[in-house]
Protein backbone atom coordinates (compact mmCIF):
# COMPACT_ATOMS: atom_id res chain seq x y z
CA UNK A 1 0.00 0.00 0.00
CA UNK A 2 1.66 3.21 -0.78
CA UNK A 3 2.09 6.14 1.64
CA UNK A 4 -0.46 8.21 0.14
CA UNK A 5 -3.77 5.57 0.46
CA UNK A 6 -3.44 6.08 3.98
CA UNK A 7 -5.77 8.12 5.73
CA UNK A 8 -5.19 10.08 9.22
CA UNK A 9 -8.38 8.64 11.49
CA UNK A 10 -9.13 10.63 14.02
CA UNK A 11 -10.79 8.86 17.39
CA UNK A 12 -14.46 10.16 18.26
CA UNK A 13 -13.52 10.06 21.68
CA UNK A 14 -10.58 9.52 23.80
CA UNK A 15 -10.37 8.55 27.43
CA UNK A 16 -7.09 9.42 29.69
CA UNK A 17 -7.21 7.52 32.83
CA UNK A 18 -3.91 7.98 35.69
CA UNK A 19 -4.14 7.66 38.92
CA UNK A 20 -2.80 11.62 38.73
CA UNK A 21 -6.29 13.05 36.89
CA UNK A 22 -7.14 15.89 39.73
CA UNK A 23 -4.36 13.74 42.14
CA UNK A 24 -1.33 15.56 42.26
CA UNK A 25 0.90 13.10 43.49
CA UNK A 26 4.01 13.13 40.87
CA UNK A 27 4.80 14.11 37.49
CA UNK A 28 2.34 12.46 35.62
CA UNK A 29 -0.21 15.19 37.01
CA UNK A 30 2.43 17.97 35.14
CA UNK A 31 2.44 15.65 31.77
CA UNK A 32 -1.33 15.42 31.79
CA UNK A 33 -2.26 18.70 33.13
CA UNK A 34 -0.04 20.42 30.41
CA UNK A 35 -1.40 18.79 27.72
CA UNK A 36 -5.20 19.17 28.60
CA UNK A 37 -5.56 22.51 26.53
CA UNK A 38 -3.79 21.13 23.22
CA UNK A 39 -6.03 18.59 23.10
CA UNK A 40 -9.14 20.15 24.25
CA UNK A 41 -8.29 22.66 21.81
CA UNK A 42 -8.38 19.26 18.94
CA UNK A 43 -11.26 17.11 20.72
CA UNK A 44 -13.64 19.51 22.56
CA UNK A 45 -15.93 17.31 25.08
CA UNK A 46 -14.61 14.61 23.46
CA UNK A 47 -11.98 14.26 25.23
CA UNK A 48 -12.47 12.97 29.42
CA UNK A 49 -10.05 12.58 31.57
CA UNK A 50 -10.66 9.29 34.41
CA UNK A 51 -9.17 9.59 37.84
CA UNK A 52 -9.46 8.34 41.35
CA UNK A 53 -12.20 9.99 43.69
CA UNK A 54 -9.21 10.28 46.23
CA UNK A 55 -9.25 14.03 47.39
CA UNK A 56 -12.65 14.50 49.15
CA UNK A 57 -10.90 17.51 51.15
CA UNK A 58 -13.28 20.36 51.27
CA UNK A 59 -11.38 23.33 49.19
CA UNK A 60 -9.65 21.35 46.73
CA UNK A 61 -9.83 23.23 43.54
CA UNK A 62 -8.21 20.53 40.94
CA UNK A 63 -12.04 19.02 40.63
CA UNK A 64 -14.92 21.44 39.65
CA UNK A 65 -18.50 19.09 39.70
CA UNK A 66 -21.03 19.87 37.12
CA UNK A 67 -24.24 18.08 37.71
CA UNK A 68 -25.92 18.76 34.19
CA UNK A 69 -22.40 16.88 32.71
CA UNK A 70 -23.94 13.59 31.06
CA UNK A 71 -26.69 13.76 33.61
CA UNK A 72 -28.87 11.09 31.66
CA UNK A 73 -25.82 8.49 31.41
CA UNK A 74 -24.22 9.41 35.48
CA UNK A 75 -28.05 8.44 36.03
CA UNK A 76 -27.75 5.22 33.99
CA UNK A 77 -23.88 4.57 35.30
CA UNK A 78 -25.31 4.81 39.49
CA UNK A 79 -27.96 2.19 38.21
CA UNK A 80 -25.08 -0.20 37.04
CA UNK A 81 -23.47 0.10 40.38
CA UNK A 82 -20.58 2.65 39.59
CA UNK A 83 -19.84 5.32 41.47
CA UNK A 84 -18.83 8.72 39.70
CA UNK A 85 -18.55 12.44 40.19
CA UNK A 86 -18.68 14.31 36.90
CA UNK A 87 -16.92 17.70 36.44
CA UNK A 88 -14.18 19.53 35.18
CA UNK A 89 -10.82 19.87 36.09
CA UNK A 90 -9.37 22.63 36.68
CA UNK A 91 -6.39 22.95 34.97
CA UNK A 92 -5.98 25.02 31.44
CA UNK A 93 -8.30 23.63 29.08
CA UNK A 94 -11.12 22.35 31.57
CA UNK A 95 -11.22 19.14 30.36
CA UNK A 96 -14.22 16.94 31.45
CA UNK A 97 -13.25 14.67 34.40
CA UNK A 98 -14.69 11.33 35.67
CA UNK A 99 -13.77 10.62 39.02
CA UNK A 100 -14.32 7.08 40.00
CA UNK A 101 -14.98 5.53 43.36
CA UNK A 102 -13.34 2.17 43.19
CA UNK A 103 -13.80 1.58 46.95
CA UNK A 104 -17.20 -1.13 45.94
CA UNK A 105 -14.81 -3.21 44.43
CA UNK A 106 -12.50 -3.79 47.44
CA UNK A 107 -15.24 -6.35 48.59
CA UNK A 108 -14.59 -8.32 44.93
CA UNK A 109 -11.10 -8.24 45.20
CA UNK A 110 -10.69 -11.69 45.21
CA UNK A 111 -12.87 -12.40 42.72
CA UNK A 112 -11.68 -9.86 40.60
CA UNK A 113 -8.11 -10.56 40.43
CA UNK A 114 -9.28 -14.35 39.92
CA UNK A 115 -10.39 -13.25 36.59
CA UNK A 116 -7.32 -11.29 35.74
CA UNK A 117 -4.87 -14.43 36.57
CA UNK A 118 -7.80 -16.80 34.88
CA UNK A 119 -7.58 -14.78 31.40
CA UNK A 120 -4.12 -12.88 31.43
CA UNK A 121 -2.28 -14.53 33.84
CA UNK A 122 -1.48 -11.49 35.64
CA UNK A 123 -0.08 -12.74 39.28
CA UNK A 124 -1.57 -11.06 42.55
CA UNK A 125 -0.81 -13.47 44.96
CA UNK A 126 1.78 -11.64 46.53
CA UNK A 127 0.60 -8.64 45.54
CA UNK A 128 0.15 -5.84 48.74
CA UNK A 129 -2.69 -3.28 49.08
CA UNK A 130 -0.40 -0.83 46.99
CA UNK A 131 -0.81 -3.11 44.09
CA UNK A 132 -4.16 -4.05 44.96
CA UNK A 133 -5.74 -0.79 45.44
CA UNK A 134 -4.85 1.35 41.95
CA UNK A 135 -5.29 -2.89 40.35
CA UNK A 136 -9.08 -2.04 41.74
CA UNK A 137 -9.00 1.74 40.22
CA UNK A 138 -7.74 0.88 36.92
CA UNK A 139 -10.86 -2.43 36.86
CA UNK A 140 -13.43 0.38 37.80
CA UNK A 141 -12.14 3.03 35.10
CA UNK A 142 -12.40 0.39 32.62
CA UNK A 143 -16.24 -0.16 34.08
CA UNK A 144 -16.90 3.29 33.61
CA UNK A 145 -15.52 3.50 29.89
CA UNK A 146 -17.85 0.51 28.65
CA UNK A 147 -20.79 2.35 30.45
CA UNK A 148 -19.73 5.30 28.80
CA UNK A 149 -19.35 3.40 25.25
CA UNK A 150 -22.91 1.56 25.43
CA UNK A 151 -24.53 4.38 26.31
CA UNK A 152 -23.61 7.49 24.01
CA UNK A 153 -21.54 5.08 21.25
CA UNK A 154 -22.15 3.30 18.12
CA UNK A 155 -20.16 0.38 16.36
CA UNK A 156 -18.98 3.10 14.04
CA UNK A 157 -17.03 5.28 16.76
CA UNK A 158 -13.75 5.41 17.34
CA UNK A 159 -12.51 5.13 20.64
CA UNK A 160 -9.26 5.08 22.54
CA UNK A 161 -8.56 4.10 25.94
CA UNK A 162 -5.54 5.33 26.86
CA UNK A 163 -4.00 4.39 30.44
CA UNK A 164 -1.01 5.50 31.94
CA UNK A 165 1.34 3.60 34.31
CA UNK A 166 0.94 0.04 35.73
CA UNK A 167 -1.83 1.64 38.00
CA UNK A 168 -4.23 1.96 35.14
CA UNK A 169 -3.28 -1.31 33.83
CA UNK A 170 -6.20 -3.40 35.64
CA UNK A 171 -8.53 -0.72 32.81
CA UNK A 172 -6.77 -1.76 29.73
CA UNK A 173 -7.22 -5.80 30.48
CA UNK A 174 -11.13 -5.08 31.57
CA UNK A 175 -11.60 -3.61 28.44
CA UNK A 176 -9.92 -5.52 26.23
CA UNK A 177 -11.69 -8.75 27.74
CA UNK A 178 -15.14 -6.82 27.97
CA UNK A 179 -15.24 -4.41 25.15
CA UNK A 180 -12.47 -5.04 22.61
CA UNK A 181 -13.44 -2.80 19.78
CA UNK A 182 -12.41 0.42 21.99
CA UNK A 183 -8.79 0.81 21.20
CA UNK A 184 -6.30 0.89 24.10
CA UNK A 185 -3.05 2.98 24.48
CA UNK A 186 -0.76 2.31 27.59
CA UNK A 187 2.14 4.33 28.37
CA UNK A 188 4.95 3.76 31.23
CA UNK A 189 6.86 7.25 32.37
CA UNK A 190 9.41 5.72 33.79
Known sequence: MEKDSFQNIQ???IFETSWEICNKVGGIYTVLSTKALTVVNKFKNNYICIGPDVSKEPGSTDFVEDENLFKNWRDVAQQEGLRIRIGRWNVAGNPIVILVDFTPYFEKKDAILTQFWLKFKLDSISGQWDYVEPLLF????GKVIESFY???CTSLDKIIAHFHEWMTGGGSLYLEEN?????TVFTPHA
Open 150 to 152: QYY
Open 11 to 13: PDY
Open 179 to 183: TPQIA
Open 138 to 141: GYAA
